[in-house]
């Protein structure tokens, strides 16, 4: 059934989807923590959000929490992206399964619409990518990995360097109380560069802290696995 779906997103342009404000945190904490990791701080008070940067593996990364940019995310959204100037060909990424499922049902709907011919311009792009890329699977990995997470990438041996060991055991091994399987996290690495997006859930520095490593962490992997 996803082969209309791919022909329909394959075509259509780019656009992200609009969401409602939401409260942010404090930013004592925030700004605090930033600190500690060797960040900077600021807040954008005319975007309602606060922005870190930082370092990888000497690239410059930057970390935003702010308005939901995507419709599928409640709350607080926490994104991060990095420039690292690897292999642009390479594509994947890593999704929690029910959001993939959540895009997918979308999707189908969507498709399947005897008075929609067209998909919108202005469904997420992720929708996109679930469409051009395959999910790739390997014994490897435990089990519970898989239960909650799905890779997808453009070729099998670019989801094998990015995906490994130590960002496998931080994704299974968050700090409780953490997200859970079904709050809305992907990072991406598409076109050179990586990203990260996830509500922000437990709205705590838990949860930022282990968001930051995980994201950095993904950055150090492409950075070692697809240098040009």
């Known amino acids: 059934m996803f082969e209309r779906i791919k022909k329909a997103f394959l075509r259509d342009a780019k656009g992200p989807s609009g969401a409602p404000a939401s409260q942010l945190s404090a930013h004592g904490p ?6 500690s990791r ?3 701080f600021s807040n954008a008070a005319l975007s309602s959000a606060v922005s870190m940067q930082g370092k990888v593996g000497g690239r410059s990364w930057k970390m935003e929490l702010g308005r939901p940019t995507r419709d599928y995310i409640g709350g607080e959204e926490l994104r991060a992206r990095a420039e690292l100037g690897v292999n642009d060909e390479v594509a994947a990424m890593i999704i929690n399964r029910p959001l993939k499922e959540s895009l997918e049902r979308r999707a189908y709907s969507m498709i399947t619409d005897t008075l929609q011919t067209t998909a919108s311009p202005n469904l997420p ?8 890329y395959d999910e790739i699977g390997w014994e490897a990995v435990a089990d519970a990995f898989w239960q909650r997470y799905a890779v997808l990438s453009d070729r099998r041996e670019h989801a094998l360097a990015w995906v490994d060991s130590n960002l496998v055991n931080l994704l299974l091994h ?7 399987a079904s709050t809305p996290f992907l990072v991406v690495l598409l076109r050179g560069k990586c990203y990260l997006r996830m509500q922000y859930q437990p709205a705590d520095t838990s949860t930022l802290e282990h968001a930051a490593t995980i994201f950095t962490s993904a950055c150090e992997s492409a950075l070692s696995g697809f240098k040009k």
């Open 30 to 35: 925030l700004s605090e923590w930033a600190h």
């Open 38 to 40: 060797g960040m900077t």
């Open 174 to 180: 968050w700090p409780q109380p953490g997200p859970s």
């Open 125 to 132: 792009e992720e929708m996109r990518w679930l469409a051009m």
